[in-house]
Each structure stands twice: as C-alpha cells, then as structure tokens.
C-alpha cells in the first residue's frame, strides 16, 4: 500500500519523466524480490504470478495519477483560457466604448462650436442694431441667451462624455488662476523653498483657460524645483508684452536627475496646456545650475475672439 501511494502521488504531482522514474526505483527492487526470494509455507506461490501482480498494481496506480494531473492541467488551462477571453472581452468593450465617447464627442464639438458661432453673430448684429432698432436687438440677445443654455448644456454633455471612470469626481471649488500664484508661492515658501515673485506689465482680464495653464505650470514647475532642486531658492516672473503672456520658473538648484527613458507626466500635461492656446513651452537645465521652465502664450482680446 505504501508504493502504491508513493506511486500515485509521484505520478500526480511531478513531471512525466521524474514520475516515470520514481515508479521504476519503487518497483524494480519488488520485482527482484519476488523473483529471488520465494513466500514461506502457506504463501508460497509462482513468482511470476507476484510479479504479474505487483506490476499491474504498480501500473494502475501510475496510471492513475498521469490522469489525475492531466485533468488537473486541463483544468488549469480552460481557466487560464477563460481569464484571456475575459480580459480581451473586456478589452474590447472598453474600446468600443471609447471609439463611440470620440465619435459622440467629435458631434457634440460640432454642435457647441456652430452655437457658439451663432452666438457671436447675434451679438455683434445686436449691437450695430441696437440704437436704431432696439427691438430687434432684444430680439436678437434673447435668441443669444437661448442659444448660450443650449451650448452650456451641449458643453456639459461634452464634458460628460469626455470624462473617464477612472477620474476622480470634479471638485465644487473654482479653478485657481492668475490671483491664486500669490497664495500658490506662499505656500511653497512655507515647505521650505524660498521663493520671489516678480510681475512686469500690466494683466488685463484674459480667458480663464489662460490663466489656469499659467498656474499649473508655475504650480507644477514650483513642485519639481521642491523635489529635486534640494538647498536652493527659486524665481517666478510673469510678464505680458507685444500680446503675449510670458511665465518662467527658475531655481538654482540641482534639478531633476536625467533618465532618457523616462518622460515626467508633468512636463507633458504642461506641453500639452500650452499647445491647447498656440503657446510654446521650454524646459531644461540653465547655464551655471539650476533649472528652468519657460512658457510663452499668445493673448487674444474680447474682439478677436469674436472675430
């Protein structure tokens, strides 16, 4: 009984050739006693016969477990096949999801960019007709107010489709901008980052998704020179000249340690802001030490957009 489970379990839980093995060590030894040394008195039988016996058992039970541990392989691999299956299923139902989200947002972009282009030619009309026919150009700003609740809510479905579910939820406070910079160097000062900021020219009111690119790049530029500039000071310097608005973070620190496969997301999300505005971005180590990021941005007034 005992080499009959040590042959079952070595023929379950090894590999063919150990198994095989391990059957022909338990078994030879039996056969050359059954051959050599004849059973005393009442048990004495043919030896042939003992050896027919032992082997039959010996194979029975081999036999037994190579088909156990194929059928557990088996198993194994209809579960592995079913866990691909799955994954490329749901792969391919993100996808399809995604496509159809690019494909409703490319309409809804549409649809909110031909509103907002009634909206400005109702306004401007309103306006040359405002002092002679003022009916008419409250006719037309009504139509404008309309048209703008049906953007907004064209825009918020926009956003909706754009949103992913791996996103965290929008937060209720507003989008911190050009005032927020001020608060946004305090705090950095007070991690332990000296830091000055200085404004040349004078800041007329420009579009929000400006002044919010200007404050993720100074925020993220300020939160790199606090990583990995170690024992330095930095400088912000906002500037508005010629219809641009200029920003550029400097510190005199180390800066990041280089990794030529590695890109920072920061960088990227910060490329990809001022490209969104027709703005350039530059980013790299300074002559003499330290690191600098400098983005310049093109600034529309209230007319050219309209225009």
Do not use: C
Not at 57 to 75: D, E, L
Not at 246 to 271: K, N, Q, S, Y
Request: proline letters at 5%.
């Amino acid at each position: 009984m005992a080499f009959l489970v040590l042959t079952y379990t070595m023929a379950a839980h090894q590999r063919l050739r150990p198994a095989a093995l391990a059957g022909v060590l338990l078994w030879v030894p039996v056969v050359l006693v059954n051959l050599l040394v004849p059973l005393p008195g009442l048990l004495a039988t043919s030896p042939a016969y003992l050896v027919l016996n032992n082997l039959l058992a010996g194979s029975v039970a081999y036999a037994v477990g190579r088909a156990v541990q194929a059928r557990r392989q088996s198993t194994r691999m209809l579960r592995e096949r079913a866990r691909i299956a799955e994954a490329s299923q749901r792969s391919l139902a993100e996808q399809a999801v995604a496509d159809e989200r690019r494909r409703i947002a490319r309409e809804l972009h549409d649809v909110v960019a031909h509103q907002v282009s009634v909206m400005g030619v109702l306004a401007t009309g309103a306006r040359r007709v405002l002092r002679r026919d003022p009916e008419a150009a409250d006719a037309a700003m009504a139509t404008v107010e309309e048209t703008g609740r049906a953007t907004l809510r064209e825009l918020r479905r926009l956003l909706d489709v754009l949103r992913t579910d791996a996103e965290p939820a929008a937060e209720l406070a507003p989008q911190p901008g050009l005032t927020g910079i001020e608060a946004l160097v305090e705090q950095v000062r007070e991690a332990g980052l000296p830091v000055t900021l200085r404004v040349d020219g004078t800041f007329e009111p420009m579009e929000g998704g400006v002044a919010l690119t200007v404050y993720r790049i100074v925020q993220e530029a300020l939160t790199n020179a606090l990583k990995h500039a170690g024992t330095a000071t930095a400088l912000v310097r906002l500037s508005v000249a010629d219809g641009f608005l200029a920003v550029e973070v400097t510190d005199t620190g180390r800066g990041p340690t280089p990794a030529p496969d590695r890109i920072g997301h920061g960088l990227v999300g910060m490329r990809e802001r001022v490209a969104l505005y027709g703005g350039i971005l530059r980013a790299g180590p300074r002559t003499g030490g330290g690191f600098r990021v400098y983005a310049r941005i093109p600034l529309e007034s209230a007319g050219a957009v309209a225009a």
